[in-house]
């Protein structure tokens, strides 16, 4: 091979690993803010590349979801590996279920990810998987030390969880948008407003109910309002939202 044409395929290496990682990059910022259904043509064009490029490097969705998330997803893990080995159960699924409530606020993306299944998505898979035995070891010493109801199933948990975390995005923003409207300082709390169904979520789980208060302030009825609206299938995209008079 000639120096020119080294020097050539240098470039085109060069080339290909930074169309990479301005895809990647593309990618994380549109599925965070429209979640895994968003159009891949979009992020083509937030990356600068053509669609040919995008296929070139990841043939198939689920590839471009599987290299965008996979760090993340072990993060998850090695918390749940935290959470196994916590001396108090409680303490360990409360602590184990903030860090995954915390990802889901974070992005629609996360979100996604973590609530449904997606085919083809090895890391997924495993994560799912890692999640519902973290969720089955806690339990099982939980009902062993009467801490929680004797029939309540992983499946039963892992179901409300699903449940509850789909709806989050939808509270975080729905509590951002009303805060900021009133310029309230619970906007920079916003993200934190999963906080209170899960606390009750969780509670209806004991076999004696603390009565300790709820995290986070209740919704109001504007705030519900925003919530079912973020919800429905009509919802807008990011940036997409009418500014409010």
Not at 24 to 48: K, M, P, S, W, Y
Not at 64 to 90: C, H, I, N, Q
């Amino acid at each position: 091979m000639t120096v020119g044409a080294r020097d050539g395929a240098h470039r085109q290496r060069r080339d290909a690993r930074r169309n990479r990682e301005l895809l990647l990059e593309a990618a994380h910022e549109v599925f965070t803010e429209q979640g895994l259904d968003a159009a891949l043509d979009v992020i083509a064009r937030r990356a600068g590349v053509g669609n040919a490029t995008l296929y070139r490097h990841f043939p198939t969705r689920a590839a471009l979801v599987d290299a965008v998330f996979r760090d993340s997803l072990t993060g998850t893990m090695d918390a749940g590996e935290r959470a196994r080995k916590a001396p108090d159960a409680w303490a360990g699924l409360t602590g184990y279920l903030e860090v995954v409530f915390g990802a889901l606020a974070a992005d629609r993306g996360s979100n996604d990810l973590m609530t449904t299944h997606l085919r083809g998505v090895d890391s997924l898979e495993a994560v799912h998987e890692h999640n519902r035995r973290t969720v089955d070891t806690l339990l099982t010493r939980l009902r062993d030390e009467g801490t929680v109801r004797a029939d309540v199933t992983t499946e039963d948990v892992l179901f409300g969880l699903a449940a509850l975390g789909r709806a989050v995005p939808a509270l975080t923003a729905a509590t951002a948008a009303t805060a900021a409207a009133a310029s309230a300082p619970a906007a920079e709390t916003a993200p934190d407003a999963w906080r209170r169904p899960l606390a009750l979520f969780l509670g209806g789980l004991r076999t004696a109910p603390a009565a300790a208060s709820l995290p986070a302030p209740a919704l109001t009825a504007a705030e519900l309002g925003e919530v079912l609206r973020e919800l429905g299938p009509h919802r807008t995209r990011a940036g997409d939202r009418e500014p409010r008079a």
